[in-house]
C-alpha cells in the first residue's frame, strides 16, 4: 500500500511489549479541564489576578504543566499511554502548545507512549503537513513527534497515507465512538444493509494490512468507543487485525466488562481510555473521601490502579468463559 515508507520498529509493536510488560491497557486521558482544575495550583500560578486573556493564557498553561507532571508520575506505573487532547491546549494558545510539549516531554521521560488526540486529517500537501507537526521528530511546531495521533478516515485512503509513512509511529481512526449522537452518522444503513461504522472499518482494517506488526495487528487502529456495546463486539470479530482504542469508560458509562469486548481471546487488541475519571478522581467517590484537593495526583494514581486491575478481571473472566465454552 505505502511508497516509501520508512522501516523501523513498527509502533504497534512498541504498544504490544509495553502492554506485556506493564500487564495494562491503560491509556489516561490528559484533558484539563480549565474549569475543575485544582484551586490551590490556580491559586499559586495566580490565575485570577491576570490582568489580560494572554498574561491569563500563559498562567493556567503553568498550571497545566504543574497539573499534568503530577499526574504523569503518578499514573506511569499503572498506563501505558497517555492522551493528551489537543483543544484543551489549543485553546490557550501559543502559551498552550508550550504546556503540551512539557505535558509531551514529561511523558517521555517517564516512559509512556504519547497518543495526541486531534482527529485530524485532510488530503495532498495539508495531510503531509499535520502528520508533519505531530509524528516528525524534526517538527518546525516543537511537539518533538509523538507516538501516535487519532485521525479522520472520511476523506480516503490518501487522506490516510501521510500517517502511517512512518511505521515506528502509529495512528487511530475514528471508526465506533462514544459519543451519544455518533449512530446519526455511523449507524446510517447502506444498500446491503450494513451499517456505515463496518464499511469503513473494514476499509480501515485493508488499508493498515501492509502495516502488521509481529503479533498480527497493524499501525493503523480504530476507534471504538465502550458505550455501544454490540458494535464493539461486531467490530472486533470483524477486523481481527485492527487494535482498538476503546474510549467511554468511566465518566461516560462503560466500565470494564463493556471494554474487554474490544479484546482478543488472548487479551490484546485494545487500549482502553479515560480522562475525567483518572485525572479529577480526587473529586468522585471512593477517592474524595481519602484526598484532597492537594493529592490529587495520589488520588489519579489509585484511579489508574484500580482501572487496570478492573480491566484485568474482566479480561480474566472473559478467558475462564471462553475455556468453559
Known amino acids: 500500500m505505502m511508497i516509501g515508507v520508512i522501516r523501523l520498529k513498527f509502533f504497534i509493536d512498541r504498544l504490544i511489549e509495553q502492554i506485556k510488560e506493564k500487564q495494562s491497557a491503560v491509556c489516561v486521558g490528559l484533558?484539563?479541564?480549565?474549569?475543575?482544575l485544582p484551586g490551590h495550583l490556580k491559586a499559586k500560578y495566580q490565575v485570577e489576578s491576570a490582568a489580560t486573556g494572554q498574561k491569563k493564557a500563559s498562567r493556567l498553561a503553568e498550571v497545566i504543566k504543574d497539573f499534568?507532571?503530577?499526574?504523569i508520575t503518578m499514573v506511569a506505573e499503572s498506563a501505558v499511554v497517555v492522551k493528551p487532547q489537543l483543544a484543551?491546549?489549543?485553546?490557550?494558545?501559543?502559551?498552550g502548545l508550550e504546556a503540551l510539549i512539557d505535558t509531551i516531554a514529561a511523558a517521555r521521560q517517564s516512559g509512556l507512549l504519547i497518543l495526541l488526540d486531534g482527529k485530524r486529517n485532510d488530503i495532498g500537501s495539508s495531510a503531509r503537513c499535520y502528520?508533519?507537526?505531530y509524528l516528525n521528530p524534526d517538527s518546525l511546531s516543537g511537539i518533538r513527534r509523538a507516538d501516535a495521533l487519532t485521525i479522520n478516515p472520511y476523506l480516503g485512503r490518501e487522506g490516510i497515507e501521510p500517517f502511517l509513512a512512518d511505521s515506528s509511529r502509529g495512528a487511530f481512526a475514528l471508526v465506533r465512538t462514544s459519543n451519544p449522537g455518533a449512530g446519526e452518522i455511523q449507524n446510517i444503513r447502506l444498500k446491503n444493509g450494513?451499517?456505515?461504522?463496518?464499511?469503513?472499518?473494514?476499509?480501515?482494517e485493508s488499508w493498515g494490512e501492509n502495516l502488521r506488526g509481529e503479533a498480527g495487528y497493524s499501525n493503523l487502529g480504530a476507534v471504538?468507543?465502550?458505550t455501544h456495546l454490540a458494535e464493539l463486539k461486531e467490530l472486533r470479530q470483524e477486523l481481527p487485525h485492527t487494535f482498538f482504542l476503546i474510549p467511554g469508560f468511566g465518566a461516560q458509562g462503560a466500565g470494564a466488562e463493556e471494554?474487554?469486548?474490544?479484546f482478543d481471546d488472548k487479551g490484546l487488541g485494545g487500549l482502553v481510555n479515560a480522562a475525567r475519571s483518572i485525572i479529577f478522581a480526587y473529586q468522585r467517590e471512593p477517592y474524595r473521601t481519602e484526598y484532597s484537593e492537594q493529592d490529587f495526583a495520589l488520588a489519579a494514581g489509585e484511579a489508574a490502579r484500580d482501572m487496570r486491575d478492573s480491566i484485568n478481571q474482566a479480561l480474566e473472566t472473559a478467558r475462564q468463559?471462553?475455556?468453559r465454552l
Open 31 to 36: 484533558d484539563p479541564h480549565l474549569d475543575r
Open 68 to 71: 499534568n507532571r503530577q499526574i
Open 88 to 95: 484543551f491546549y489549543e485553546q490557550l494558545g501559543p502559551a
Open 131 to 133: 502528520a508533519s507537526a
Open 194 to 204: 450494513s451499517p456505515f461504522y463496518l464499511k469503513i472499518g473494514k476499509l480501515v
Open 224 to 226: 471504538v468507543g465502550a
Open 259 to 262: 471494554a474487554a469486548a474490544g
Open 321 to 323: 468463559r471462553g475455556r
